[in-house]
């Protein structure tokens, strides 16, 4: 039911037709703007819970790559909270910071901790496996890619080539199109 919902949240909101060129280069029909979804309450809730169903109970982070997860990430360890299970938010920057703390993680990701890595939309997984390696710098583990929606369908045999699963909240042929594929 809460997958339903969330699918027609994105198909009310997120989804745009017409003539879009991705960041890959390749041209497509269709578009898909998730943080139209991330970003308004009911959105985050929806994105929330089916996350918290999906996320191994050994997962104590999540976040990605700014400011495609940001969102997303936020609003899940927000509601985990309500519920009483902690998990700690971040973001990896996109270029290293080098004034303050530093780095490329801003939040409070730990050495140790086993992660989540979200997106809201993910066509080939280049910046999901880029915010893995960050994580992992950091002393932490990516246990699980969590896109909110994967358009391209790629991103899982590249993630499995790192021993990394992938569990895609929606996907393009839910939204009724089809993956997108490599470019």
């Known amino acids: 039911m809460a997958h339903d919902e969330l699918v027609a949240h994105l198909l009310e909101h997120a989804v745009r037709r017409g003539d879009f ?14 943080k139209q979804t991330t970003c ?3 959105g985050m ?21 700014t400011m495609g997860a940001d969102a997303a990430a936020f609003a899940i360890a927000a509601v985990a909270a309500t519920r009483g299970r902690r998990l700690r938010a971040f973001s990896v920057r996109k270029e290293v910071k080098d004034h303050g703390g530093g780095g490329r993680i801003a939040g409070a990701l730990e050495p140790g901790d086993r992660v989540a890595i979200t997106e809201d ?17 950091a002393g932490a583990e990516p246990v699980l890619l969590l896109p ?30 089809p993956y997108e594929g490599p470019s």
């Open 121 to 137: 939309a993910v066509t080939r997984g280049v910046s999901m496996l880029e915010a893995a390696d960050a994580v992992i710098e």
């Open 148 to 177: 909110v929606v994967d358009r391209g369908g790629t991103v899982t045999a590249m993630a499995a080539e790192r021993g990394i699963p992938v569990l895609a909240l929606v996907t393009a042929p839910d939204l009724g199109f």
């Open 40 to 42: 308004r309450p009911e």
């Open 21 to 34: 060129v991705l960041k890959s280069g390749k041209a497509t029909t269709w578009f898909i703007d998730a």
């Open 45 to 65: 809730l929806l994105v929330a819970e089916a996350a918290l169903a999906a996320l191994p109970d050994d997962v104590t982070a999540v976040g990605g790559l």
